[in-house]
């Protein structure tokens, strides 16, 4: 079989790309908001045999006025952002997504979000599951022809069972690396959905629902 041979790209090519490229990588200290939840396919049928309320999640991260920043090849920096609702409150909006489609078991159950923290009775839920949000980051370091992204996050996640006051608190962290030959603030959006994914999962995997309550699984 003939072999194929890869032929370099001239001079004047890595020139012109490397003028393509730079001519993007200069910060104008923008922000750019991220809409991180992945939108998920509506679930055919929900247990109505349970019910979970989520109460927004305490942002207890050192810096809260953004998630990160990009640092640009010729200087300057973007700072990236959520967009629309606060952290906590995005975080549990996403977490009732995940619990509502696709939960324990793959189940999907009856869940909605809280608008604020501590007025869920037992006449309302079995289950109130609250968070503490300690890291939620995404930064990224353009260089020649590449930009690599890291994400990371760091959640408490506490469930309180109605029905006798017992509670199970997990502690959840995941990071996602990528490199990146062009950039998008797109792939910043699906590495972030990403870690939360692994931080979801990694919650249902030790955890379990038995007679209206939320156990460790392990």
Known sequence: MEK??????????????????????????QTVHLDVPQKQAAALSLDPAVRIVIEP?????????????RTHLWGGVTYFDLAGERPGVVLAQALADRLSTRG????A????????VGATTSQDADIVIS???????ANAKSRVFSTVV?????LVITARNLSDQSTTTRNVEGSQ????????????????????????DRYLADTKIEQKAVRTAR
């Open 177 to 200: 690396r990528g490199t990146l030959f062009w950039f998008c603030d797109e792939d910043v959006q699906l590495l972030l959905a990403a870690t939360l994914k692994d931080d979801f």
């Open 109 to 116: 159950w009856t869940v909605r979000v809280a608008s604020s």
């Open 4 to 29: 194929i041979k890869m032929r370099r790209p001239s001079v004047g090519i890595l020139f012109v790309a490397s003028l393509l490229i730079g001519a993007g990588c200069a910060g104008t200290g």
């Open 104 to 107: 324990w078991k793959d189940r």
């Open 57 to 69: 999640f305490d942002d207890r991260r050192a810096e809260k006025t953004r998630l990160g920043l």
């Open 131 to 137: 968070g503490q949000l300690l890291d939620f980051s």
């Open 150 to 154: 890291n994400t990371s996050s760091k």
